[in-house]
């Protein structure tokens, strides 16, 4: 697996980062589950309960009750709830704005990033390769946690979640936004991602893909995965006959 991550690095121009995961551990233990709780409880303050599932009722991740409530909008179900589309587009703002809140005051007090992950950042960086964060947290959640840890500078371009949550991954829009920001092609970058969005986001985008430290249930969809980045650190020696580099310090522990 990690003689496969090196060789997909090797010849890469640019690393698509998803933020949560292969970045930063934005909520860590089940730490996600009181910011969920906040929007459920909007969710039923606006009486409309019935309109999330029994996971998403219960469910940790937050951006499932966002999803929910913006699928909710096309649902037969409104005209037998007496919901107006207007006021579930309200409540869809409403909870997208509590869950940047949320997402903003984790990325305040998350761990720092690893000390590999962050000698691993700053080596691709430096070496030419350019970088940009796709995540589905809003991207000034990203930007304030790396300005927090001094890697702001390693990327040219955070793009996350938008105003419309269908565009979300697994869809490519975001992959698509940060290669036309950086005048890329897909086959010019490789994404590190940890979720099942993240491996289908890429191949739909036609991006080569590296699993970060997932779940082996979750894992079944990437071909490559590594548990961190202190293997892939003399990558960039590898560089020389595709493009600018030298290599990357020494390993740094893992976390």
């Given at each position: 697996?990690?003689?496969?991550?090196?060789?997909?690095?090797?010849?890469?121009?640019?690393?698509?980062?998803?933020?949560?995961?292969?970045l930063c551990?934005?909520?860590?233990?089940?730490?996600?589950?009181?910011?969920?709780?906040?929007?459920?409880?909007?969710?039923?303050?606006?009486?409309?309960?019935?309109?999330?599932?029994?996971?998403e009722r219960?469910?940790?991740?937050?951006?499932?009750?966002?999803?929910?409530?913006?699928?909710?909008?096309?649902?037969?179900?409104?005209?037998?709830?007496?919901?107006?589309?207007?006021?579930?587009?309200?409540?869809?703002?409403?909870?997208?704005?509590?869950?940047?809140?949320?997402?903003?005051?984790?990325?305040?007090?998350?761990?720092?990033?690893?000390?590999?992950?962050?000698?691993?950042?700053?080596?691709?960086?430096?070496?030419?390769?350019?970088?940009?964060?796709?995540?589905?947290?809003?991207?000034?959640?990203?930007d304030r946690?790396?300005?927090?840890?001094?890697?702001?500078?390693?990327?040219?371009?955070?793009?996350?979640?938008?105003?419309?949550?269908?565009?979300?991954?697994?869809?490519?829009?975001?992959?698509?936004?940060?290669?036309?920001?950086?005048?890329?092609?897909?086959?010019?970058?490789?994404?590190?991602?940890?979720?099942?969005?993240?491996?289908?986001?890429?191949?739909?985008?036609?991006?080569?893909?590296?699993?970060?430290?997932?779940?082996?249930?979750?894992?079944?969809?990437?071909?490559?995965?590594?548990?961190?980045?202190?293997?892939?650190?003399?990558?960039?020696?590898?560089?020389?006959?595709?493009?600018?580099?030298?290599?990357?310090?020494?390993?740094?522990?893992?976390?």
């Open positions: 697996m990690v003689a496969a991550a090196r060789a997909l690095l090797a010849g890469a121009r640019c690393v698509l980062f998803d933020f949560d995961g292969p551990r934005l909520f860590p233990g089940d730490s996600s589950r009181q910011v969920a709780d906040a929007l459920r409880a909007i969710v039923l303050a606006a009486e409309v309960p019935e309109l999330l599932s029994e996971d219960d469910s940790k991740d937050p951006h499932l009750v966002l999803r929910a409530m913006h699928r909710a909008r096309w649902g037969a179900e409104l005209d037998a709830l007496g919901v107006k589309d207007g006021d579930l587009q309200d409540l869809v703002v409403r909870l997208e704005r509590r869950l940047t809140e949320g997402e903003m005051a984790a990325a305040s007090t998350a761990p720092p990033p690893p000390a590999d992950t962050q000698e691993f950042v700053r080596g691709l960086a430096g070496r030419g390769v350019r970088l940009a964060v796709v995540t589905n947290n809003a991207p000034q959640v990203a946690y790396l300005r927090l840890h001094g890697l702001r500078e390693c990327f040219a371009f955070i793009h996350g979640r938008t105003t419309d949550p269908d565009l979300m991954k697994p869809h490519p829009d975001v992959l698509r936004r940060a290669l036309r920001d950086l005048c890329l092609s897909p086959k010019d970058a490789v994404m590190f991602g940890d979720t099942d969005a993240d491996v289908v986001a890429a191949r739909r985008m036609g991006v080569r893909f590296i699993g970060y430290d997932m779940d082996p249930s979750r894992s079944a969809g990437a071909e490559v995965v590594v548990e961190a980045y202190a293997p892939l650190l003399g990558v960039m020696g590898e560089r020389d006959a595709h493009g600018p580099g030298t290599r990357v310090g020494s390993e740094a522990a893992r976390r």
